[in-house]
């Protein structure tokens, strides 16, 4: 399984992942094979990419952490909350809570606690998946952080909070904005408040809108601004634009000490697979090879099937590398689609047969016209 741009995305290519219309109705499920009017359905839709499964690997279970239900309700949720405050200036903080609850409820059960997708999102939906995003990012770090349950909380509402001010006014004032729409509100924490009024305050001091600094800004505005920025860099509104989850974590270590706070950067760090599964990755020995599987606590040390020698020659048969073990070796790179096309990879039909610990490929066509007789 890889995640393609739309403009890549070819026919014959079979879907990994559930595509979901705005309404959070099934658009494509999971195993359907694309064809031409699927493709321009997607553009039509504005969804910038999509997961397919891998030509070289065949399918691999991913465990997810958040279920498509819950990221829908979710979505839906901060869609009607945006919606409402548009019109009445106010927060139902009721169903936000609600939802809140759902989000943490479904990351306490998941069994490792890294991000390894990124949210398949038509431009619609762009503004409330941030949100959701945003939220689940900022729990987990709060989890590396251990938080209590009830900081947790506090932590995921403000964070899913913490653009609201934007359903008002746009530009830096939906800090400020936000802060009041939150605060009215006697329910709740006057720690959201803060998240929403200082999610955008810079760790050295040039941030807005009051240019806090250091422990002067709350921490869990502190830690929102880290996942706010990072979204921003994987799922950004101008999809063109997207990085890889290995180049956003870079951006996001080397404005540590400056704009973030150095040890809520490495607590982030900490759930972040660089390498998500199903990337083609290049090591530094030469290989080329495929993310397959991830380490719980050790996300820059994935388990890699490799494709290539390393000349980026075919092989017959696929190794694996568990760079948890292998402790010189280490992902250079990961090799775009483009890339990818251009050496010539991926293009078999066959599936990845293992056998006796040898892994060879079986052709489809091969193996319907045995089946056909
Ligand atoms: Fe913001
Ligand atoms: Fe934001």
Known sequence: MRGIEISNLKVG????????????????????????NYIKRLQ??????????????????????LHDSVRIQSVKIIRETVEKAKISKE???????????????DIFASPSLLVTFQEITSKNLHFYNHCVSVAVLAIITGMVLRLDQLKLKNLGMGAILHDIGKSLVLGKDHTVVGFNLIRQNKDINIACAHVAYQHHERYDGQGYPRGLKEEQIHQFAAITAIADYYDNLVNPEVSEERMFPYQAIERVVAESGLAFHPQLVKAFS???APYPIGSLVRI???PLGVVIGLHKNFPTRPIIKLVTDEYGGTIDYFPEVDLLKEKTIFVNEIISEKERDRLGLGKSNGKLIIENGE???????????????
Do not use: C, H, M, W
């Not at 290519?13 to 959070?24: C, S």
């Not at 927060?91 to 943490?104: A, G, P, Q, T, Y």
């Not at 892994?359 to 007789?373: A, I, P, S």
């Open 284 to 286: 530094n020995t030469g």
């Open 91 to 105: 927060i139902d903080i009721r169903k936000v809570s609600e939802i809140v609850n759902k989000i943490l409820d």
């Open 13 to 36: 290519q079979k879907l990994a992942r559930t595509i979901y219309d705005d309404v959070g109705r099934v658009l494509l499920y999971k195993g359907t094979i694309i064809k031409r």
């Open 44 to 65: 039509e839709l504005g969804i910038p990419f999509v997961y397919v499964e891998d030509e070289l690997v065949g399918p691999l279970e991913v465990e997810e952490l």
């Open 270 to 272: 900490r759930n972040i």
């Open 359 to 373: 892994f060879r490929f079986e052709d489809e066509k091969l193996k319907n016209e045995n089946v056909n007789g």
